[in-house]
């Protein structure tokens, strides 16, 4: 099946939440709560151009588990999270979160102390999806991906200072 283009808007010191519904083909909303998992890298430039991850922004991950991750090993780069099933529900202080587990939902979010961090402008991104296919222990090598949707990410620039009371 052939990605989606979809252009991301993010105005840059708030927080940031993009569900993403996924259906089979039969229009039954696909359980990702097991089996699956997920990144999506937003870049300056294409991965093939810059294997080095110098451009490198924002990684999106499954595996990342806390909605503030600071920067991410290696080379200190800014992280976000996906959820694979549904909406990211925080704590008081961003840690032992939990989903709203809706089935077939997937949320990508970041903390407004991320977005803080983020410069303006527009970067490139692609957001893949990976399935175990039900092989046990199943790792990237033994999975199925594909690759859900693709476009620009743009962040808007803040007017008003983004540190409230700054």
Not at 41 to 50: F, S, T
Not at 73 to 83: F, Q, R, V
Not at 148 to 165: A, N, V, Y
Request: aromatic share 10%; no cysteine; proline share 4%.
């Amino acid at each position: 099946m052939a990605s989606s283009n979809y252009d991301i808007s993010h105005e840059q010191g708030t927080n940031f939440l993009l569900n993403i519904n996924y259906y089979d083909d039969a229009g039954v909303p696909v359980d990702m709560s097991t089996g699956y998992w997920a990144q999506m890298d937003v870049r300056g430039q294409r991965y093939e151009l810059d294997t080095s991850d110098s451009t490198l922004k924002i990684r999106f991950s499954s595996a990342n588990t806390y909605g503030v991750t600071g920067d991410m090993e290696p080379g200190g780069k800014t992280a976000g999270h996906i959820s694979m099933n549904g909406e990211y529900i925080y704590s008081d202080s961003m840690t032992g979160p939990t989903s709203s587990n809706v089935t077939g939902q997937m949320s990508l979010s970041f903390a407004k102390e991320i977005s803080v961090q983020l410069s303006s402008g527009t970067s490139l991104y692609d957001l893949f999806l990976y399935d175990d296919r039900g092989i046990p222990g199943g790792t990237t090598g033994d999975a199925s991906a594909e690759k859900l949707m693709s476009g620009k990410f743009i962040i808007s620039p803040s007017i008003t200072d983004p540190h409230f009371g700054g």
